[in-house]
């Protein structure tokens, strides 16, 4: 039999109008939407419906607008009872993941990941970072530059996406000088405009404050197994994912593995929940053989049923 995982999206996917159609053509998902609001104490909803495009970007209103825009098109899926075997997240998407598979309640989730954002944002303050896209080149040589750039500052595989696109994170001096390194060896540095260096040793300011917040939520064992992103392993134990969740912080997302380990699980079939479609992109970069499907919309889920 053939099975199915869900792949919750991180921060890149966002953008103004988010989840709009969903609210307006079904009422759980207005009334999450509204829950969300409550939650957090400001308008997240009018946030994600009219910007502006720059406070939706900042890091600390993208995660609960991206969160909150998954777990509507989840509420869709469960009227449905819609049936999937695995679900992963990118980064942000890892917390949606886990609340679509019973780890944690919606309004724990948004709360965990609107703190995670402003830690992360005040960690961008305090050990200001920079990341760029290496492109066309394999985990070993981005591994050798990283090495020869670390001359310069902190340099560490941040995002291993997909054969050929690997991010990397770390002080804006090491960043540079890769982004330089690899101009001279006529390989593809993309810098990106990001408020710090995630998923690298400048983030550590941001742990501690994420341990706390994860340490006073109720974290429940998964219905469904969860491909981590740390280890690119199924996990299922509440209290496994709370400790990887804090690694996740300062540890590269090995996408690329992750959705191999999907593959070798025997999933051929895959859904992105929420905004965007760059997991449908990275997929077909990874493998032919998982088909995905992105659902945002009423129209795009009955579609499939059809």
Not at 81 to 91: E, R
Not at 144 to 151: G, H, I, K, V, Y
Not at 217 to 241: C, H, M, R, W, Y
Not at 261 to 272: R, T
Request: hydrophobic share 45%; proline share 4%; with cysteine.
């Amino acid at each position: 039999m053939s099975k199915r995982i869900l792949l919750f999206p991180g921060q890149g996917s966002q953008y103004i109008g988010m989840g709009q159609a969903l609210a307006q053509s079904f009422s759980p998902a207005a009334s999450l939407l509204q829950e969300a609001d409550e939650t957090l104490g400001f308008s997240l909803s009018k946030m994600m419906a009219e910007g502006p495009e720059d406070v939706l970007k900042s890091t600390e209103n993208t995660q609960p607008a991206l969160f909150t825009c998954s777990m509507m098109v989840m509420e869709l899926l469960k009227s449905e009872g819609f049936a999937f075997d695995f679900v992963a997240g990118h980064s942000l998407g890892e917390y949606s993941a886990i609340c679509a598979a019973g780890g944690f309640s919606f309004a724990d989730g948004l709360r965990l990941v609107r703190a995670r954002g402003e830690l992360m944002a005040s960690a961008g303050s305090k050990n200001p970072g920079a990341m760029a896209a290496i492109m066309g080149q394999d985990e070993a040589k981005v591994l050798s530059l990283c090495e020869l750039a670390s001359a310069e500052g902190v340099v560490v595989p941040a995002n291993i996406n997909c054969p050929g696109q690997i991010v990397v994170s770390g002080s804006v001096a090491g960043i540079e000088k890769m982004v330089e390194i690899c101009g001279a060896e006529g390989i593809k540095a993309i810098p990106l405009a990001v408020s710090g260096a995630f998923h690298s040793p400048l983030m550590d300011f941001a742990k501690e404050g994420l341990a706390e917040a994860i340490a006073k939520t109720e974290f429940k064992d998964l219905q469904k197994p969860l491909i981590a992103n740390v280890t690119a392993t199924p996990v299922e134990s509440g209290k496994e994912i709370a400790d990887l969740l804090v690694k996740q912080l300062v540890s590269p997302v090995r996408w690329n593995d992750s959705m191999n380990k999907a593959l070798e699980l025997g999933v051929q079939e895959g859904f992105e929940i929420g905004s965007g479609k760059v997991l449908m992109g990275l997929m077909r970069k990874i493998t032919r053989d998982v088909k995905v499907t992105p659902i945002e919309t009423l129209e795009a889920f009955q579609a499939i049923k059809e």
